[in-house]
């Protein structure tokens, strides 16, 4: 049985029309207990599986800490928050209270939901951009091939590595030159520039979109443009959404670029918001900011907790297409 | 071997290009291919503009000096010369690297430790467990950042109770000596899961056929796992070495906002991007903050493209 997971599971990604997700569901199922040798054929002795059982449950634990411990203490007034202990519930309970002071402007500083507000344009903006940018040049690179295409697909993925935050410091002084400062567009154009993103689209197009449905097309009559978006866009979307929620969760996530160009509080992001809060915490003694920072960090990372449950699949295949040179 | 340089020399139609792919017809792709540059000219333009203009620029700025009498005048190196003997600025290159060459095994042992387990399948529940590791990537650095501090934190934090509880008394977290290995905790706690999930992939990947071969050898499972699995996810490793050394230069958020929570525990050199930060925003020395952005950026350029060249020479780059 052929092994070489990448064109297999990449293939089902397009045929997802065609089958129920119930049969795919059992499909895959069946197809990872292909894959998998029965444990009985190691020879393990009986304890073992338990003992591994137990280590994985231990390390769940770990992850799991700071999480309970931010639901826990999301429902507590700030004097709880330090006073009592940190994995039990404490009277009173004050969840709807500290949440409703994310609809306002606790310390003048600025309203959570803005922020809110703000960080999900942001993420659309540049992940839509982001994601439709890396689409054209993945298709470009993978299915033509143009004087110096090979050079430029190199020069493209040089930075393959590069975080953004590598170059916050120079995007600032270059954004003071030409006006990009306090402007949302200084964290949008930005974001398009996705070097990863460029490459697992090359990679994805190279094994989903066959070059002679393209020749078949062209003896037809169609035109680049549309063979472009009617043939090969609807075959790259599992691609497209990878791509899309890796751009997603970097700029909901990032905090570097807009802590330092971004002046003005109705402008921040959450993550610039929550910093500012919980080094306000420290020093101005409002018994409400501690509390706002513990159900702002709630909420901040429960849709994306939410999208990344809901769309799992697309995760694996992102990470699998990222690490496909493996 | 090169499908562009084929398509140069080349003069014979229906010519395929790279052996073992299956590309149409050769004069098919030429014919169209001109116009394959207007599909990849947006994102090229994207990129000169936000990613390349920027870094030239950094480097235009980080040759000169802006003084208080005198204006901006060009200094040459003077910039690089002054941050690279600036010993702030290496206490910080230092403290990231015993950052780096502590957390970056320990996090691949758990990572890849766990991954076998559950490649293997000798675990129970290994799905839900694949899924509550990965969860910390989708939580914000700010947020993690936050969590940790509260937990650790000196009087009340419930690690520090907890550390009282079994007889380490006058336990301090944010003390200078137990931050770091604070921070390493936090970042194990943060990446593990995703570095676990990309050997997890690369371990799936291994050809069943190979795995039975060593069994009906009477390998034992120590000696599958090490002698025939290892080997061939060792580009993986090498990519996730690679990937978190990067991470590592570029500590920041977490030091940060541990900051917020207790200044005096994190210097403002705390680590070259923190350097930088208060350099160039804290104080207003543009052309020097510069001269550090580009030597930090120039490494994590270099290091990006050593691992180009080196998927590259193993011949498993697209």
């Known amino acids: ?326 | 071997m090169s499908s562009a340089a084929i398509q140069t020399t080349a003069r014979k139609p229906g010519q395929r290009s790279a052996p073992g792919r299956a590309y149409g017809p050769q004069s098919q792709q030429r014919r169209h291919g001109r116009q394959g540059l207007y599909f990849v000219v947006p994102f090229l333009v994207a990129y000169l503009m936000f990613m390349v203009a920027p870094l030239g620029y950094a480097i235009y700025t980080s040759l000169y000096t802006t003084k208080l009498i005198g204006g901006t005048v060009f200094s040459g190196a003077a910039n690089y010369t002054q941050t690279l003997t600036d010993g702030a600025f290496w206490s910080g290159v230092i403290r990231v690297i015993i950052f780096g060459v502590i957390q970056i095994p320990v996090m691949l042992v758990i990572a890849f430790f766990f991954a076998t387990i559950f490649d293997l399948g000798i675990a129970k529940f290994g799905r839900t467990f694949r899924t509550i590791f990965f969860i910390p990537f989708a939580i914000p650095a700010v947020v993690a950042g936050v969590m940790w501090a509260f937990l650790l934190e000196p009087q009340f934090g419930p690690f520090t109770h907890a550390a009282n509880a079994v007889g380490f008394h006058n336990v301090d977290f944010f003390s200078s000596n137990l931050m770091l290995p604070c921070i390493i905790v936090i970042a194990i706690w943060e990446w593990t899961g995703y570095n676990m999930v990309i050997l997890y992939t690369a371990l799936r990947s291994v050809p069943r056929d190979i795995v039975e071969a060593a069994i009906l050898d009477h390998a034992s499972l120590w000696t599958i796992i090490v002698r025939v699995k290892l080997p061939m996810v060792r580009p993986a490793i090498v990519l996730l070495v690679f990937l978190n050394s990067i991470g590592a230069l570029q500590l920041f958020t977490e030091p940060l906002i541990l900051q917020y929570f207790e200044p005096p525990a994190i210097s403002v050199n705390y680590t070259p991007v923190l350097y930088i930060y208060y350099t160039g925003i804290g104080d207003n020395e543009y052309n020097l903050a510069a001269a550090g952005a580009v030597i930090l950026g120039g490494v994590i350029v270099l290091i990006s493209v050593a691992s180009l060249a080196f998927r590259r020479r193993k011949g498993q780059l697209a």
């Open chain 1, 1 to 326: 049985m052929s092994t070489s997971a990448l064109p297999a599971r990449i293939g089902t990604g397009s045929e997802i029309g065609r089958e129920t997700r119930r049969e795919t569901r059992r499909r895959r199922r069946l197809e990872e207990e292909a894959r998998t040798i029965p444990i009985r054929t190691y020879g393990l002795r009986r304890g073992t599986v338990t003992i591994l059982t137990l280590l994985c449950a231990l390390f769940a634990v770990f992850i799991l800490i700071p999480i309970a411990w931010i639901a826990i203490n999301s429902t507590k007034t700030q004097s709880n928050i330090f006073e009592t202990f940190g994995f039990s519930f404490a009277r009173p309970f004050v969840f709807f209270h500290n949440f409703s002071l994310l609809f306002q402007n606790v310390d003048g500083y600025g309203t959570y939901t803005q922020w809110l507000a703000n960080t999900a344009l942001y993420a659309a903006l540049g992940g839509i951009g982001a994601t439709a940018l890396a689409a054209f040049a993945g298709y470009g690179f993978a299915r033509y091939h143009f004087r110096g295409s090979r050079a430029l697909f190199y020069f493209a993925i040089g930075a393959l590595l590069v975080p953004i935050s590598a170059i916050t410091l120079p995007l600032y002084l270059t954004y003071a030159k030409v006006h990009l400062i306090n402007s949302i567009w200084g964290i949008v154009l930005p974001s398009l520039v996705s070097p990863v993103g460029v490459y697992l689209m090359k990679v994805f197009v190279e094994v989903s979109v066959p070059t002679e449905l393209l020749d078949a097309a062209r003896i037809d009559g169609a035109g680049e443009v549309k063979i472009f978006f009617r043939l090969a866009l609807p075959l790259m979307v599992p691609g497209l959404m990878t791509v899309l929620l890796i751009s997603v969760v970097g700029i909901w996530n990032n905090y570097f670029l807009p802590l330092i160009i971004f002046s003005q509080n109705q402008l921040y992001p959450v993550t610039v918001g929550i910093g500012l809060w919980a080094q306000r915490a420290q020093n101005s003694g409002n018994a409400e900011l501690f509390p706002l920072v513990v159900v702002g960090g709630l909420v901040t990372m429960t849709p994306l907790i939410a999208l990344f449950l809901i769309l799992q699949r697309y995760w694996r295949s992102g990470l699998l297409l990222g690490s496909l040179a493996n």
